[in-house]
C-alpha cells in the first residue's frame, strides 16, 4: 500500500507552534490547494484527533479516519469515522476494502508511529519560510530513515514542496 505523508512544516522543522494551532495559520495558500489536490488523490486520509480537531469537519471528497486512544467517540458525520487500531492493522484492514494509497495529515504523533513501524512509503514536505524556535516536531522516535529525493517544486516565491521515496 501507498501510505503517503504530507506536512507543512517550518523552516527549523516545526509542524506548529501550538497542538491547538492550525496549520492554515502559517502556510500558503499554494500548500493548502496541494494538500487538497493530493488527499483527494489518495481518497482516504488519516489523521489524530487533535489533528480533526484543528480542522473541525469533514474534508470534501475524501474518506477521513481519525485515529485515537478514545473508544467511546462518536461518529462526526459522513466520511468521518475513528479508528483505535494500531497503523499496522488499520493498513491491513483498508487493503481488504480494496483501498491501495492513505495520505497521513497529522500530527506528530500519527507520523511518528507510522514511521516507527516502517509504514510510509513517500514523505511530501511543504517547507514555509517561518522559524517557530519552539514547537511540535514533525515526528520522533525512530531509527534512521534514508530518503531519496524524487522532486522539488517550487510553491510561490518562498515556499518549496520536497517530494521523498523512502
Known sequence: MNVWLIAAVSADGKIAETSEQ???????????????????EAGVVIMGRKTFDTIGKPLKGRRIIVMTRQSDLAFVGEGVEYSTLQPEDLL???????VETVALAGGSSV????????????VYLTVEPI??????????GFDRIQMRLEDLTKLNDQSVLLHYKI
Open 111 to 122: 507520523y511518528s508511529h507510522f514511521l516507527q513501524a516502517n509504514l510510509v512509503t513517500d
Open 92 to 98: 491491513r484492514q483498508l487493503a481488504t476494502q480494496g
Open 131 to 140: 522559524l517557530f524556535g519552539a514547537g511540535i516536531p514533525l515526528a520522533s
Open 22 to 40: 492550525s496549520s492554515l495559520d502559517w502556510t500558503s495558500k499554494e500548500d493548502t490547494r496541494f494538500f487538497i489536490d493530493k488527499t483527494k
